[in-house]
């Protein structure tokens, strides 16, 4: 690990200002650190300034009617105790709890997951399925870009220099499950996931698959075939069908591209009919 | 104009000097080297095994992700804590009356995690949840049936494991 020094900025405004007043390649940004420190030890990122978030007054979880805004420093956790997400937002919090140990999610936050971008996200699938956006803020002002187009690929996303992450706002409520297939249930790199949402203001479906590069996606196909509300069997089946033809799975170190789409139809169907529950 | 004061963190109720620690030493080294308290053990170091937990203002972190800097102010306790913290010792105390250990290198990382689940979420919960919740702390012996009969006792339903 290369020397760095700790900033610990006390506003916002402090922080970009901190960020701004350093070349890119020179300066990191610390949340929960749980993938940061990896990219710090290994030599990936060679940061002489580390910027903390910790005292940023972004620990913050607000429901305004059926919209959550989520603030980027939360740890994961305090998102699975919130009794309304459990109960307004099951797949957030299947999502949530499928990331690595309590004790992982004490420090992890929801803006560090958005940020490293993995392609093996649990989060990411969701959010997609929830339509979430998320709030930025930066030397230039605010502005917000929906989760689709801020994960690019592998620690790659849509912000720029001395940009930060804010807040994650989901815009409503919605009967939703995550599923996801490992070696260990827990604790474990998800090979393949589905985050599945049903819109009720939008009346329709939201279908992402997730594990594989370059990044977790929307499968419009599926959403399409799973009709305005209670998919039959077949409708189900022509979506894992569109799926399992349409979407660009491949291969990686973890799994095999062949895995991969057999996984599909089990974790959609399971997914599916989990939020058919809800939706009686 | 006075300094300012040096960053301090505690541990087990000792107050700590944070002013030499560089700011990518981790709290397991702080632990183990600074302050010589060796029962926090180091497993894999990257946030893996759980054989180094502490709990950081009562919630259970991994001592191995976590920059000593960033805990500033807040209170560390290590299983050397544990007898004088109330939760730690009820955990301890299960422990020792299943014989919940063999070589027991995982023992002090199970204490804190547990200890910091009673602490969040009381006695209740199912026990499919409490299973999940101890998912991040392995046991290379694989001495599970005595650690989940330890954690399950704990629990106000005597749920039979
Ligand atoms: C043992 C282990 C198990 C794991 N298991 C899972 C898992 O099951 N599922 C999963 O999805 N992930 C998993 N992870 C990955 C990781 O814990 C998560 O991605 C976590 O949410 C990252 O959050 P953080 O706050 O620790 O991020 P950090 O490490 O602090 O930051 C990650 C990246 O995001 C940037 N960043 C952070 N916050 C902001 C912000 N507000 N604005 C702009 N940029 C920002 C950082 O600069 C960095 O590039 C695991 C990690 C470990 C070590
Ligand atoms: S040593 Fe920290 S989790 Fe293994
Ligand atoms: S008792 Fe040996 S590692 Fe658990």
Redesign the interface.
């Known amino acids: 690990?290369t020397?760095?020094?700790?900033i610990v900025p006390s506003t916002p405004d402090e922080a970009v200002a901190v960020l701004h007043a350093h070349p890119p390649e020179e300066v990191a940004v610390?949340a929960g650190?749980?993938d940061l420190?990896?990219d710090?030890d290994g030599g990936r990122l060679r940061a002489r300034h580390?910027v903390?978030l910790?005292r940023l007054p972004w620990r913050t979880l607000d429901w305004n009617g059926a919209t959550l805004t989520i603030g980027s420093t939360l740890p994961l956790?305090a998102i699975e105790?919130d009794p309304d997400v459990r109960a307004r937002l099951p797949g957030l919090y299947t999502a949530v709890?499928a990331v690595?140990?309590?004790?992982?999610r004490?420090?992890a936050t929801l803006g560090g997951n958005l940020g490293r971008a993995s392609p093996a996200s649990d989060l990411v699938p969701m959010l997609l399925a929830l339509d979430a956006e998320v709030e930025l803020v930066g030397p230039s002002g605010e502005r917000t870009v929906p989760v689709d187009r801020f994960v690019e690929a592998s620690r790659k996303t849509a912000l720029r220099p001395s940009e930060l992450i804010r807040a994650v706002r989901i815009p409503e409520a919605r009967p939703s499950a995550y599923l996801w297939q490992r070696v260990?249930?827990?604790?474990d790199i998800s090979h393949m996931a589905v985050a599945v949402a049903f819109s009720p203001a939008g009346a329709r479906w939201r279908v992402a698959v997730a594990g594989f590069p370059p990044r977790p996606i929307l499968v419009p196909a599926a959403e399409a075939a799973l009709g305005p509300a209670h998919p039959s069997d077949p409708d189900l089946e022509r979506a894992a069908e569109s799926i399992v033809r349409e979407a660009p799975i491949v291969a990686d170190r973890r799994a095999s591209e062949e895995y991969r789409r057999r996984l599909v139809r089990p974790l959609l169907t399971r997914a599916v009919r989990a939020c058919g529950e809800e939706l009686r | 104009m006075t300094a300012p004061a040096p960053p301090r963190c505690r541990v087990n109720g000792r107050s700590v000097d944070l002013g030499d620690v560089p700011p990518g030493e981790r709290l397991l080294d702080t632990l183990r080297w600074r302050l010589a308290l060796k029962g926090t053990k180091e497993g894999c170091r990257t946030g893996s095994c759980g054989a180094c937990t502490v709990l950081v203002d009562g919630k259970s972190a991994l001592s191995c992700l976590t920059l000593t800097r960033e805990i500033e102010g807040s209170a560390v306790t290590t299983i050397e804590g544990a007898p004088d913290d109330p939760e730690g010792a009820r955990v301890r105390a299960a422990f020792e009356a299943v014989g919940a250990l063999q070589c027991g290198y995982c023992t002090p990382g199970f204490v804190m995690a547990l200890a910091g689940l009673l602490k969040e979420r009381g006695r209740g919960g199912s026990f499919d949840e409490l299973l999940e919740d101890l998912g991040g702390n392995l046991c290379r012996c694989t001495g599970y049936a005595a650690i989940v009969r330890a954690a399950a006792s704990l629990r106000t339903e005597e749920a039979e494991p």
């Open positions: 690990m020397e760095f020094d700790l610390l650190g749980t420190l990896f710090l580390v903390s910790r956790r105790n709890r690595g140990s309590v004790a992982l004490h420090r260990r249930p827990f604790h």
